[in-house]
Structure formats: C-alpha cells, structure tokens
C-alpha cells in the first residue's frame, strides 16, 4: 500500500545540494528517502526537546570558553571526542 505524500520544493545552496547528492548516492538512497529521513529525525528532536524529554545531543565543550583554562583550543579534540561518547 502507497502512502499518500505531500510534495514540497525547497532551494539549497549549491555546497548542500551536493553533500546531500553525495550522501543519497553512498547511502544508495534517493535524494527524497534521505531527505524524509532527515526531517522526521529533525522533528522528533524537536518535539522531544519541546516535551523535557532532552533528546538532542548537547556539546558541552561549546562553553568552554568560559572555563577559564587556556589551553581549550589545544585540547578541543580530546574535548569534544569526550563529550560524544559520554552522551
């Protein structure tokens, strides 16, 4: 059974119409498939976000700034691989 779809037409600077060209064609998907993807992923996000749930991954590393260290911006690797792998 077909779902039925809505179409919808957006304009992409050119650099993101080709890494999305590029990721569809790794993917072996089609440029909708990935993009439907994206968007429902985007959504849920959001909607979590919205209900306290807290699903969107936060870099902590991004205040570092403020920290106080100064050699944030030699360690920012270790920093942020840290931060992913924690989350």
Request: net charge neutral; no cysteine.
């Amino acid at each position: 059974m077909l779902a039925l779809m809505g179409r919808i037409s957006i304009s992409l600077p050119e650099d993101i119409d080709l890494r999305l060209r590029h990721e569809a064609q790794l993917r072996n998907m089609t440029i909708s498939e990935i993009t439907r993807e994206a968007i429902a992923a985007f959504l849920d996000e959001e909607t979590a976000i919205g209900s306290g749930q807290g699903k969107r991954r936060r870099l902590l590393g991004a205040k570092a700034g403020s920290s106080g260290q100064s050699d944030i911006s030699e360690r920012i690797e270790q920093i942020l691989r840290t931060e992913m792998t924690t989350r």
